[in-house]
């Protein structure tokens, strides 16, 4: 209920109507209207097209980034959304501040998953992705990216991302953002 709320208070801040916000985004107005009646949740994909058309970062767009922020963030406190289609959980380890540059998120992918993010949700942001376990493929543009734990990819992003991980093993990693 918290996220639909927050997508149809993102697009009604714009004065965006819901043809504005399909157009942008490449998602279908039904979809749209079913999301924000919370008739359905988003997956990943759909999250990353929403992102690209308001200019946000995923932590952001599903919380509102708060002026003020507390030193130490419980594990207890740190905001968890789950994508069940495709085995895909994202936790908030240092969620977006107005204060604060950077956010962290630790993710976890099933095995076999892919997710596609068509456009950056913020063009250039600095990406460090450290893998802590399992494998992952990244392809960033057309360059592909192929990682084992323990591995660090650092990149400032331009273009699509795809992530996948193999039908044998999952992948969990820390993506610090700057």
Not at 1 to 29: H, I, P, T
Not at 55 to 65: F, K
């Amino acid at each position: 209920m918290q996220l639909a709320a927050r997508l149809r208070g993102l697009r009604a801040e714009r004065n965006w109507s819901l043809d504005d916000l399909a157009k942008r985004s490449g998602v279908s107005r039904a979809t749209l209207s079913r999301m924000e009646n919370a008739e359905v949740s988003p997956t990943a994909s759909v999250l990353g097209r929403l992102c690209a058309a308001y200019g946000l970062t995923m932590s952001r767009l599903m919380r509102l980034a708060e002026e003020e922020f507390e030193p130490v963030v419980r594990r207890e406190a740190q905001w968890v959304w789950r994508d069940r289609e495709i085995a895909f959980e994202r936790r908030s380890l240092s969620p977006p501040n107005a204060a604060l540059s950077g956010e962290v998120i630790e993710c976890s992918l099933g095995p076999g998953t892919r997710i596609v993010y068509p456009q950056p949700s913020k063009p250039g942001l600095e990406h460090h992705l450290v893998l802590v376990e399992g494998a992952l493929t990244l392809a960033i543009g057309n360059i592909r990216h192929e990682l084992a734990a323990g591995d660090c990819l650092r990149y400032q992003l331009h273009g699509s991302t795809e992530f996948e991980t193999p039908p044998f093993s999952g992948a969990r990693y820390i993506l610090f953002m700057v």
